[in-house]
């Protein structure tokens, strides 16, 4: 089956570094890639749509000079958390949409990306 | 606009007994429907969709779910609980002809007791 790859796993840093998280689809081509942020014992908040090629969608109130996102490949979308500070500090998961034969949506995640920062 | 209501944030359970987790959906369409588990510190992984074919929908691990039009739910069940099944489970909908955005419900924690 369809699997996306998360890296790094977990990735602490310090205040005002800046942290690449990379989304791989492994066996697969995707298009689309969705980044999520997720804060302990909550459900996932979709930040942004990735677009190969393209700009990425931002949701409302998610800065987009803070949580850059490219998407240069058709199995590879980043994400990079510039100047870091502790509040970013949170569970970064990606996904990628795989169309099912049935023709309903299904998103494939990632294990997930924890940043802690300092 | 679309959204799901869990009810219950934290579900206990005895090992052996029946698991059941609700969820509510809201949809001014048609929606598709899913199920995740999330293990800690782990990305989510797929027990189950609804997708307008059977309304009785039977994913991995023995869990199922039953799509009720009249009652806008899509409630996840288990006959037996195993200890391996805590964790946490979030709903999700997604609008019938998007291809994007699927919006996930608050989540419940399954504890099993031994």
Known sequence: GAVVSQHPSWVI????????IECRSLDFQATTMFWY???????????????????????QGVEKDKFL???????L????????????????????RVQGVSGANVLTFGAGSRLTVL | AQSVTQLGSHVSVSEGALVLL????????????????????QGLQLLLKYTSAATLVKGINGFEA???KSETSFHLTKPSAHMSDAAEYFCAV???????????????????RP
């Open chain 1, 13 to 20: 840093c310090k205040s005002g570094t800046s942290v690449k």
């Open chain 1, 37 to 59: 942020r997720q804060f302990p014992k909550q459900s996932l908040m979709l930040m942004a749509t990735s677009n190969e090629g393209s700009k990425a969608t931002y949701e």
């Open chain 1, 69 to 75: 996102i490219n998407h240069a490949s058709l199995t």
């Open chain 1, 77 to 96: 979308s980043t994400l990079t958390v510039t100047s870091a500070h502790p509040e970013d500090s949170s569970f970064y998961i990606c996904s990628a």
């Open chain 2, 22 to 41: 609700r969820c509510n959906y809201s949809s001014s369409v048609p929606p598709y429907l899913f199920w995740y588990v999330q293990y800690p510190n």
């Open chain 2, 66 to 68: 039953e799509f009720k």
């Open chain 2, 94 to 112: 997604s609008p019938y002809s998007s291809a994007s955005k699927i919006i996930f419900g608050s989540g419940t924690r399954l504890s099993i």
